[in-house]
Antibody, heavy 127, light 106 residues
Framework: EVQLVESGGGLVKPGGSLRLSCVVS????????MGWVRQAPGKGLEWVGR??????????DYGAPVNGRFTISRDDSKNTLYLQMDSLKTEDTAVYYC??????????????????WGQGTLVTVSS | DIQMTQSPSSLSASVGERVTITCRAS??????LNWYQQKPGKVPKFLVYAASTLQGGVPSRFSGSGSGTDFTLTISSLQPEDFATYYC?????????FGQGTRVEI
């Protein structure tokens, strides 16, 4: 069973920084494409970004609202994913979910799916 | 970035009714379209990928269709456990983007 356990959420002032962690079990972490999705209170889902496996060059992609402020990294020796959040804004207040992305085959048509989710950790940015 | 627009944003339906949710992409995304279900207080769960392929274990009353820019998720006979918010998401080109969600309520 895949388990994703986030930690590190909390209250931070605007302009501050916070680092989230996600410990992963039940999969071969070093081969996994990992990501973060957030959900502001009472709002919809927003993709934060993802990091590919090192065998796929470890490429990182980010959503526009966080690009340049957030950094995703991974430590394959610890089965852990990180999200470094800098220059935080009030609009970054959300539950942050750690996710895996799988490549799924539909009769030869391959596409990426966000297929596993952690329980989430709440980040509140407020003065 | 590719914009995803769902309609309606919410709907009321009864058990046994047929429900259709629409998702439109701002540009062609072929069949790179996924659907997720999120129940209140729960983590999202993916239902459909590649526009029309059901994830294992998803009841056959759910179906997805479409390609290009227009997609639908249909629940043929709504069950009590289907009351939730549904999101579409494109995986054609990063950054992945979600629709704003459709809340299905009684």
């Amino acid at each position: 069973e895949v388990q994703l356990v986030e930690s590190g959420g909390g209250l931070v002032k605007p302009g501050g920084s916070l680092r989230l962690s996600c410990v992963v079990s039940g999969i071969t972490f070093r081969n996994a494409w990992m990501g973060w999705v957030r959900q502001a209170p009472g709002k919809g889902l927003e993709w934060v970004g993802r990091i590919k496996s090192k065998t796929d060059a470890g490429t990182r992609d980010y959503g526009a609202p966080v690009n340049g402020r957030f950094t995703i990294s991974r430590d394959d020796s610890k089965n852990t994913l990180y999200l470094q959040m800098d220059s935080l804004k009030t609009e970054d207040t959300a539950v942050y979910y750690c996710t895996t992305e799988g490549n799924y085959d539909s009769s030869g048509f391959y596409s990426f799916v966000i297929d596993n989710w952690g329980q989430g950790t709440l980040v509140t940015v407020s003065s | 970035d590719i914009q995803m627009t769902q309609s309606p944003s919410s709907l009321s339906a009864s058990v046994g009714e047929r429900v259709t949710i629409t998702c439109r992409a701002s540009q062609s995304i072929s069949r790179y379209l996924n659907w997720y279900q999120q129940k209140p207080g729960k983590v999202p769960k993916f239902l459909v990928y590649a526009a029309s392929t059901l994830q294992g274990g998803v009841p056959s009353r759910f179906s997805g269709s479409g390609s290009g820019t227009d997609f639908t998720l249909t629940i043929s006979s709504l069950q009590p456990e289907d009351f939730a918010t549904y999101y579409c998401q494109q995986s054609y080109s990063p950054p992945w983007t979600f629709g704003q969600g459709t809340r299905v309520e009684i």
